[in-house]
T-cell receptor
């Protein structure tokens, strides 16, 4: 069975500061990993994904994440936070070639001026 | 590309009535769609997997007679909440698999259901 752990239900940063949202996973097979963002009362938007190949993946809005197999991690980072980044972020995992997603509990990113 | 729509975006219904939520893939064919439920400040919980032309597969604990799923075409899946109760009030989100890119789900904007 797969699982995803997101450390910290809330993360607060100042505008311009580094954003780091943590995600650890467990999977019995090499995983596909995803980060999604959700704004209030909206669906999920894909930020980035890792399937195979380069372990550092870049996504939209300046976000990136690095797949570290030895640490079973896929942390999300952004060098400089914007006010518009304030939202809920979900990490998710799926088996290769099979698309059922298992989501973490989410991390709310708060950005202060 | 890869747009998924949901209708309605919000619905209020009375206890005991039924409500239908539509999920459409607008620019691609989706042999598989998923229905999720999200409670306030919580993660998405998979309710069922909807496959075009066949019966849906429900997750453990989800009442298939209460949450009826129909995937009659490659671009449309519907979720009908039957005999709704206030505890069914939630945010329902669908997603669709682009048949040409089997590992990626595209999510709809969600439907806020309130049962009074």
């Amino acid at each position: 069975a797969q699982s995803v752990t997101q450390l910290g239900s809330h993360v607060s940063v100042s505008e311009g500061a580094l954003v780091l949202l943590r995600c650890n996973y467990s999977s019995s097979v090499p995983p596909y990993l995803f980060w999604y963002v959700q704004y209030p009362n909206q669906g999920l938007q894909l930020l980035l994904k890792y399937t195979t190949g380069a372990t550092l993946v870049k996504g939209i809005n300046g976000f990136e994440a690095e797949f570290k197999k030895s640490e079973t991690s896929f942390h999300l980072t952004k060098p400089s936070a914007h006010m518009s980044d304030a939202a809920e972020y979900f990490c998710a995992v799926s088996d290769q070639g099979y698309s059922t997603l298992t989501f973490g509990k989410g991390t709310m990113l708060l950005v202060s001026p | 590309g890869a747009v998924v729509s949901q209708h309605p975006s919000r619905v209020i219904c009375k206890s005991g009535t039924s409500v239908k939520i539509e999920c459409r893939s607008l620019d691609f064919q989706a042999t598989t769609m998923f229905w999720y439920r999200q409670f306030p400040k919580q993660s998405l919980m998979l309710m069922a997997t909807s496959n075009e032309g066949s019966k849906a597969t429900y997750e453990q604990g989800v009442e298939k007679d209460k949450f009826l799923i129909n995937h009659a075409s490659l671009t449309l899946s519907t979720l009908t909440v039957t005999s709704a109760h206030p505890e069914d009030s939630s945010f329902y989100i669908c997603s669709a698999i682009n048949s040409g890119r089997s590992y990626e789900q595209y999510f709809g904007p969600g439907t806020r259901l309130t049962v009074t």
